[in-house]
């Protein structure tokens, strides 16, 4: 069992619809998460970083953590065709290294 | 966009030969971490340096070796290269300690014939 499972998609929604993004987790010593978006052939960019359950807004962006059910979320409202992407969640215990999930590619239709 | 950049963006090498990936981490950061990511998956983490020292590694064999300079630049070095070493090759830099963010470079794709 891997330690991150992300759904790979793919996921396609019309402009405007909310992307509704998750990921679970098995090791509860996972303290920090973040999300990032990749581009075709480019590095991952960072969107959101939480370090406690509950609520994060940015903008267009919601990140929920909750650590009870080991279970993360990100929100996309309003989206746009250059959301267009594949977006992956990251966590971290205390230490250096980030387990990513697999990934999940999102298709925002004009 | 970061200030982490890569070279090469690209590279074709055959099995058995040796590869070099090179990396300069963001302005100010301190700490660079190496990961592998084949197509369709996330990044795996291959080590991290701190600091010009090894400060962590993950599950990867001893043919998967690297440098950091005291400007901070990093490198990666592969012997013996195998099919599986084809992927996208990323390098992270940030300020170390606990709660540090990590900020990726755009990658070099390597491809083993």
């Known amino acids: 069992q891997k330690e991150v499972e992300q759904d790979p998609g793919p996921l396609s929604v019309p402009e405007g619809a909310i992307v509704s993004l998750n990921c679970t987790y098995s090791?509860?010593?996972?303290?920090?998460f973040m999300w990032y978006r990749q581009y075709s052939r480019k590095g991952p960019e960072l969107l959101m970083y939480t370090y406690s359950s509950g609520n994060k807004e940015d903008g267009r962006f919601t990140a929920q953590v909750d650590k009870s059910s080991k279970y993360i979320s990100l929100f996309i409202r309003d989206s746009q065709p250059s959301d267009s992407a594949t977006y992956l969640c990251?966590?971290?215990?205390?230490?250096?290294?980030?387990?990513f999930g697999a990934g999940t590619t999102v298709t925002v239709r004009a | 966009e970061t200030g982490v950049t890569q070279s090469p963006t690209h590279l074709i090498k055959t099995r058995g030969q040796q590869v070099t990936l090179r990396c300069s981490s963001q302005?100010?950061?301190?700490?660079v971490s190496w990961y592998q990511q084949a197509l369709g998956q996330g990044p795996q983490f291959i080590f991290q340096?701190?600091?010009?020292?090894?400060?962590g590694r993950g599950n990867f064999p001893p043919r998967f070796s690297g440098l950091q300079f005291p400007n901070y630049s990093s490198e990666l070095n592969v012997n013996a290269l195998e099919l599986d070493d084809s992927a996208l090759y990323l390098c992270a830099s940030s300020l170390g300690g606990y709660a540090d963010t990590q900020y990726f470079g755009p990658g070099t794709r390597l491809t083993v014939l």
């Open positions: 302005s100010g950061h301190n700490t």
């Open positions: 340096y701190y600091r010009e020292e090894e400060n």
């Open positions: 990251a966590m971290r215990r205390d230490d250096y290294k980030l387990s």
């Open positions: 090791n509860s010593a996972f303290q920090y």
